[in-house]
């Protein structure tokens, strides 16, 4: 098993920034592709950026060139940054975790963003 723990939530004003964190632990070994999702009221959620173990990361369109993630794989953390924040980025934020194909998910942090 794999528990996954995420920080940095909180409320901020558009334009602000916010970092979240994820530390996984437990059975954290052999963890590969680790991500945050996030899901806003009344949607679905939606991948935000995932990260390999080597570092290589992709994104979302609508968070390209304001949000940055990056892990510390001996820390077994990974980490949100979140710059140039809008209203619709308010959602509750999820880390995610893929070991042996299995997916381990955070209990999420809420993210609000006032206009």
């Known amino acids: 098993q794999v528990q996954l723990v995420e920080s940095g939530g909180g409320l901020v004003q558009a334009g602000g920034s916010l970092r979240l964190s994820c530390a996984a632990s437990?059975?954290?070994?052999?963890?590969?592709?680790m991500g945050w999702y996030r899901q806003a009221p009344g949607k679905q959620r939606e991948l935000v950026a995932q990260i390999t173990v080597g570092g290589s990361g992709n994104y979302a369109d609508s968070v390209k060139g304001r949000f940055t993630i990056s892990r510390d794989n001996a820390k077994n953390t990974v980490y949100l940054q979140m710059n140039n924040l809008t209203p619709e980025d308010t959602a509750v934020y999820y880390c995610n975790a893929l070991k042996r194909s299995l997916g381990y998910w955070g209990r999420g942090t809420q993210v609000t963003v006032s206009s």
């Open positions: 437990g059975s954290s070994t052999s963890i590969s592709t």
